[in-house]
């Protein structure tokens, strides 16, 4: 494997290890603040009980009065209370955000819930008035103080969808980036085989043309060189720009790619062709870009079997509503174990020493992209086999 997926996967992990050590802090800082702000209110709510129980049972017209009364109870600006007699008629409300316009038994009702909710938040402070007479303080959190309480998540929430938001420009920007690439070269190979292609096909008429190598076999080997060169020119001229599909025969197809490898590799390996759909079966494909398809995933196979083993291509129904056209390779190689089922497409990656990591890349690009099919491994098992399924439209 590339070292540059072990790093890649190295930076991501750091990055969301970074989110969650921001996330966790962020979370303890605000928890220290609201726990500090809470017992400031507490203090601020005791004093304001103890002011009220002076301004009651102190003469009206003491100056000590008018002093508490406007320096601490009307300062009370922030926290909400309620204050009741002890058959829980209200005295006064403040800090409360009642709406307006509303009839005298509204605002009762809405104060008299009020209470039922600050009963469950703390117990209401009594102020004994002598007597057997006693006054309650109901009273909640001040809004700063609950908005503070729900600031972690609204930071969490935040730092979620920056990474969300991150993780897609970046895949979209690097899948545009790639795209570049792989066109890019592929426009340039297909250019730069064209000029000696030419000039060899016209050292071919030369030679069929001249009396003394006219019959000689080695013009024939030349021939099936050239045709191959043309293929696969072709094939990178096709992935170069927006190739054109036509309804072909999958079968065929699919026959003389197997025929064309059958002949290239170890006898050991048994191919076989078989289709479950009547004959002359079409799908939409680019035929030099499908062969190249089959032919990566047959190679693979082949090297996954050490060059003994079987190759098995199905043509079924398959995929959306069972409507499109699957072509299942299975091979009876090493298997792909079930952690990597999805890397093996990725550019780059291989386990083999004379590997690039690019034939499933490539056929991965070539059917999804070019054909909007699919092409995954639709069965693996490590030590048995493998399935890919190539999914073509109809
Ligand atoms: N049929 C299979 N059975 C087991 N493993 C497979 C099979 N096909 C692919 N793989 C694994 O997936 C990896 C990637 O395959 P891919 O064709 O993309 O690259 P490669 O064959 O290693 O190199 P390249 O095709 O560029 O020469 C392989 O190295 C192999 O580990
Ligand atoms: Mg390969």
Redesign the pocket.
């Known amino acids: 494997m590339l070292p540059i997926y072990d790093q890649k996967s190295r930076i991501k992990l750091l990055i969301v290890v970074l989110a969650l050590v921001i996330g966790a802090v962020t979370v303890v800082y605000t928890n220290l603040l609201v726990s500090r702000l809470s017992e400031r209110e507490q203090q601020q709510i005791d004093l304001y009980a103890k002011a009220l129980r002076f301004t009651i049972n102190t003469e009206s017209d003491d100056t000590n009065v008018q002093f508490v009364s406007t320096e601490i109870i009307q300062a009370n600006k922030t926290v909400p209370v309620i204050l009741t007699d002890a058959e829980g008629n209200i005295a006064d409300a403040r800090n409360l955000d009642l709406p307006k316009g509303l009839t005298e038994q509204q605002r009762t009702e809405l104060l008299q819930r009020e209470i039922e909710q600050m009963k469950e938040l703390h117990p209401p402070i009594v102020i004994e008035l002598g007597a057997g007479a006693r006054n309650y303080v109901y009273y909640k959190d001040s809004l700063i103080l609950s908005q503070l309480r729900t600031y972690p998540l609204v930071q969490l929430a935040v730092i979620a969808s920056l990474g969300i938001i991150a993780y897609f420009a970046f895949s979209y920007s690097r899948r545009a980036e790639q795209n570049r690439v792989w066109v890019g070269l592929a426009k340039e190979t297909a250019h730069q085989l064209g000029t000696p292609l030419s000039s060899l096909m016209a050292w071919q008429e030369y030679l069929r043309d001249s009396e003394r190598f006219r019959d000689e076999p080695i013009v024939e080997e030349l021939g099936k060189d050239i045709r191959r060169l043309e293929i696969i020119t072709e094939r990178f001229s096709n992935i170069g720009s927006i190739p054109i599909l036509k309804d072909e025969d999958v079968y065929e197809v699919a026959e003389r790619a197997i025929d064309y490898l059958k002949v290239r590799v170890s006898r050991k390996v048994v191919f076989k062709v078989e289709s479950l759909l009547p004959r002359g079966t079409t799908a939409k494909l680019n035929v030099p870009l499908l062969e190249w398809v089959i032919e ?1 995933i047959c ?3 082949v ?2 079997m050490d060059g003994r083993g079987s190759i098995t291509l199905i043509i079924r129904h398959g995929g959306r509503q069972n409507k499109q056209i699957a072509l299942d390779i299975t ?1 009876t ?4 174990p079930k952690s990597k089922l999805e890397t ?1 497409f990725q550019p780059g ?4 020493k004379r ?7 490539l056929a991965k690009r070539i059917i999804d992209n070019y054909h909007s099919g699919r092409l995954y491994v639709r069965w693996s098992e490590v030590g048995k086999g ?1 399935t ?1 399924r190539v999914l073509l439209n109809a």
């Open positions: 990566n190679k693979n196979a090297d996954a091979d190689g090493k298997g792909i093996v990656y291989t386990t083999k590997g690039w990591g690019l034939g499933l890349a493998t890919f």
